[in-house]
């Protein structure tokens, strides 16, 4: 199965989308992609409550066969470390997704292993929005998994975000120095960076993803199919490798 690594959708704070971003839009989307089905999380929503955003994800994704939610929580708040356990416990997501840049929080603040020591308990892979300045640079993000190299981490973008200059150089000594980063592809768009990744780090650790509603899914997974890498490369991409790190049956589709 083709299988988006990284989708979002849910009233957002931000609120600037041209259409509304609802799980009955996202699997609208991606049926015209050919893509079978995606990882879900929650956008912030307007009220900051991801304890309560995660709970209407879980609910409305239990007739959607092919979207597995995964959680959001915010290391700021308080009760955080309740909110992630919940998310994998009681609401039964597949993970939690950590957004630094929109969180205001540093990927090595104290307030983070809490909440990864929670997601290894449960055996759990965490998202992690990656390459932003200040707080989720790859090496601050390297230095987090090295700390707990049990739990996976899957880097949206590719653990940066201009691919090119020292960003692009830190994402490689990242991917090359831990073994539990897996490196999500939306808005990747050169082709280099993607064959790269693929011979530093294999073709297990590379996720096909779109970051929906933000990016176009046929654009994003046009870039793995005109990569120059196997067709068993991009099967492993564009599906297997999500599906075997959830724990999931792959039923069967080609990219073709």
């Known amino acids: 199965m083709i299988i988006d690594a990284n989708a979002n959708v849910g009233p957002s704070v931000y609120d600037d989308f041209e259409f509304s971003p609802t799980v009955e839009r996202l699997t609208e989307n991606l049926a015209a ?4 089905g995606a990882v879900v999380a929650p956008l912030k929503p307007p ?35 309740e909110h992630a356990e919940r998310a994998l416990s009681e609401y039964n997501l597949y993970g939690f997704k950590l957004h630094p840049w929109e969180e205001t ?3 090595t603040s104290p307030n983070v292993p809490p909440l990864l020591e929670i997601a290894a308990s449960y055996t759990a892979p965490v998202w992690i929005h990656a390459g932003y300045p200040g707080v989720s640079h790859a090496l601050s993000v390297r230095e987090i998994a090295q700390q707990f190299p049990d739990v996976p981490m899957i880097l949206t973008h590719g653990a940066q975000l201009d691919i090119s200059g ?41 996720l096909f993803g779109t970051n929906a509603p933000y990016f176009h899914p046929t654009v994003e997974k046009s870039r793995v199919i005109n990569a120059e890498i196997s067709d068993t490369t991009k099967q492993k991409i564009l599906g297997e490798n999500i599906l075997n790190l959830l724990e999931i049956p792959d039923n069967g589709h080609s990219f073709e």
């Open 105 to 107: 929080v540093s990927i």
């Open 33 to 36: 992609a050919a893509i079978d």
């Open 166 to 206: 020292l960003s692009l150089t830190d994402a490689f000594e990242l991917a090359e120095t831990t073994t539990n980063t897996y490196f999500e592809l939306s808005g990747v768009y050169r082709r280099d960076f993607i064959e790269d990744l693929v011979e530093t780090v294999g073709p297990e650790r590379v």
């Open 47 to 81: 009220s900051f409550d991801f304890d309560r955003a995660n709970a209407r994800l879980a609910a409305r994704l239990q007739e959607r066969a092919t979207c597995y939610g995964i959680g959001r929580v915010d290391p700021r708040v308080d009760d955080s470390v």
